[in-house]
């Protein structure tokens, strides 16, 4: 029971990593706060895991309705002892040179200024706890693969925005760490792959296999095993880490 006791606030719940991060927090003793902009997904996951589930919708990009959420989440359990954030917005797929510079500035709003927005409200929280904070980045920080220049842009503003904190919520006892993931082998991903496979004429498990081929550990990292490695930097079997960012890739990259 890592989390035992602890209140858990997931920023960005969705099908998928967001889901498995809640459901493992709460599997670890924690409750939990969902968070995201539609409200029937954070009612039914809530229904779902139990009394220790607060629904919370809010959109991340309004700071009211973040500081309205973080007092919800006071009045209801009296602390917060960690916050995932895991809000994303997918940039434009392009070259650097002729991306839409508009188009890119709606995807620093919420990849890189709704985490800042979040983590500034829910500080004051976590330094009484001495808490915790784990923001989900992505392995588009490892390649300068084409078209990937906006994404990467994005990611690599959001790690430093989070060494940056680290750097400063540490002496008051806050720990700031991330995680990487790779491909997530989850239904958004199948059914890319699903597209891909109809596009060329072969199976879907084709388009799987020769991706996996290039991790080390020939497959897929799924999101419970991410969620697995948020938890555990959430966790006091974490606590001396901090300003980390931790590949979950079964060795895709290494860094």
């Not at 709003?109 to 409200?121: M, Q, S």
């Amino acid at each position: 029971m890592l989390l035992e006791d602890r209140v858990v606030v997931v920023a960005g719940v969705g099908p998928g990593l967001g889901t498995s991060i809640a459901v493992r927090a709460a599997g670890q003793g924690a409750s939990v706060v969902l968070v995201a902009r539609t409200e029937s997904v954070v009612k039914d996951l809530a229904a779902s895991i139990g009394d220790r589930a607060l629904a919370a919708p809010a959109d991340l990009t309004d700071d009211v309705a973040v500081q309205r959420t973080v007092e919800r989440t006071l009045a209801e359990f009296g602390r917060i002892d960690v916050l995932v954030h895991n809000a994303f917005a997918m940039p434009p797929m392009s070259s650097l040179g002729r991306v839409d510079l508009a188009s890119v500035g709606e995807s620093f709003e919420v990849n890189v200024l709704a985490a800042l927005r979040t983590i500034r409200h829910v500080t004051p929280a976590l330094i009484e706890s001495r808490g915790a904070i784990v923001v989900v980045n992505s392995a588009v920080l490892r390649h300068s693969r084409k078209p990937f220049g906006p994404y990467r842009l994005t990611k690599a503003a959001l790690l430093a925005a989070t060494q940056n904190l680290a750097t400063e919520l540490g002496p008051k006892g806050v720990r700031v760490n991330s995680v990487a993931p790779g491909w997530i082998w989850a239904d958004q991903l199948r059914g890319w792959f699903e597209f891909q496979a109809a596009r060329r004429g072969v199976p879907a498990r084709q388009i799987y296999d020769e991706v996996a081929a290039t991790t080390d550990l020939r497959r897929l990292p799924e999101p419970d095993e991410i969620a697995d490695a948020i938890l555990f930097l959430a966790s006091d079997l974490a606590r001396g880490v901090t300003g980390a960012c931790l590949d979950v890739n079964c060795g895709e990259f290494h860094h």
